[in-house]
């Protein structure tokens, strides 16, 4: 927390923030964190009163000015003139404000927008079990599909299903590469090994060990009830 920030904000008269107040309570002169001392702080404090005094009195004589100026450059202009004058002031202001409402809408919307995709992307990740939502996003940008046109997004799905099966969590896929329960999990590990001894890996690939893994702790549990069923007996 920037100390200079906090003494700004005092000197303006302005409310600090619960943080802001706790900050300056627990402040402590004596400790050697680079914190100014008691005395010093009274100073800052005085020296940016005295600063935002200054200032305030500019802006005052510079809207004195601008009055001035405006009354000179009206000076002999007839009423039609000063009319038009001032029309066009009022016109350039709202034409800012015009400008800012948009940039607002536009970031909201943007925003907005965003939001909805991201719901999309999820809903569509957990209906057809995807791993990773954020990477099923890149996916479909990536495709530029309408995520409106169900038909297409469970088309693409299947396609997925049958290219990349491991990035789903589901046992049952098209063309599916899991290892049911019980089942040797050696072939699992043999492709860990072959991915990790990459310099680099990709999104796909890092989601691949991931759901290898997963499909290893299932196959090996798979195991242990296995056993425990045949002592059983």
Request: glycine share 4%.
């Amino acid at each position: 927390m920037n100390l200079k920030d906090i003494l700004k904000k005092v000197a303006e008269g302005k409310e600090l923030a619960a943080d802001e107040k706790a900050f300056l309570e627990s402040y402590d002169p004596d400790t050697a964190d680079g914190r100014i001392p008691k005395a010093r702080l009274d100073q800052e404090i005085a020296k940016f009163k005295a600063e935002k005094d200054r200032a305030d009195k500019l802006d005052s004589e510079l809207a004195d000015m601008r009055e001035k100026l405006e009354e000179l450059e009206n000076s002999g202009k007839s009423a039609e003139e000063k009319a038009k004058a001032a029309a066009e002031k009022e016109l350039a202001k709202l034409q800012r404000q015009v400008e800012a409402l948009s940039k607002e809408r536009d970031e909201a919307k943007a925003n907005f927008e965003k939001s909805e995709r991201t719901a999309k992307i999820a809903a569509l990740a957990q209906k057809h079990s995807f791993s990773n939502a954020e990477y099923l996003d890149f996916l479909a940008a990536s495709k530029k599909l309408d995520l409106n046109d169900e038909a297409a997004a469970s088309d693409f799905m299947k396609e997925l299903g049958k290219s990349s099966p491991e990035l789903f969590k589901s046992a049952a896929k098209p063309g599916g590469g899991t290892i049911s329960a019980g089942k040797d999990s050696s072939g699992a590990k043999q492709r860990i090994d072959e991915l990790m001894k990459k310099p680099e890996l990709s999104t796909r690939e890092s989601a691949e060990i991931i759901k290898l893994q997963q499909q290893i702790v299932e196959a090996d549990s798979g195991k242990d009830a296995t056993q425990n069923a045949k002592q059983g007996e």
